[in-house]
């Protein structure tokens, strides 16, 4: 069984920062990807940053610039820093692994809880 388990959500004014963690638990050799997604109100979930084993990296054209995923392969961890914040980044962050390898089998496509961040102007 493999969970991940988001944190760091909250409120924050226009301008300011937050960052996000998402902490992956079981038996796991290998997680990749690990990304961040969003879903606001109303709308589709899209795809925020991604970051493989190697620490190669993708962000979504609206973040790009202002936010930063990372993560800690030894803690199975992914981070994404948010920075200048705006109103439309209002969402709830989900945290994606796309394939969890562990003792007993590999896992595909796991998502977290979600975390709410909430930036206004």
């Known amino acids: 069984q493999v969970q991940l388990v988001e944190s760091g959500g909250g409120l924050v004014q226009a301008g300011g920062s937050l960052r996000l963690s998402c902490a992956a638990s079981?038996?796991?050799?290998?997680?990749?990807?690990m990304g961040w997604y969003r879903q606001a109100p109303g709308k589709q979930r899209d795809l925020v940053a991604t970051?493989?084993?190697?620490?190669?990296?993708n962000y979504a054209d609206p973040v790009r610039g202002r936010f930063t995923i990372s993560r800690d392969n030894a803690k199975n961890t992914v981070y994404l820093q948010m920075n200048s914040l705006k109103p439309d980044d209002t969402a709830v962050y989900y945290c994606?692994?796309?394939?969890?390898?562990?003792?007993?089998?590999?896992?595909?496509?796991?998502w977290g809880q979600g975390t709410l961040v909430t930036v206004s102007s």
């Open positions: 994606n692994a796309g394939a969890v390898t562990t003792w007993t089998g590999t896992y595909f496509d796991v």
């Open positions: 079981g038996n796991i050799f290998r997680i990749n990807p």
């Open positions: 970051i493989n084993s190697g620490g190669t990296t």
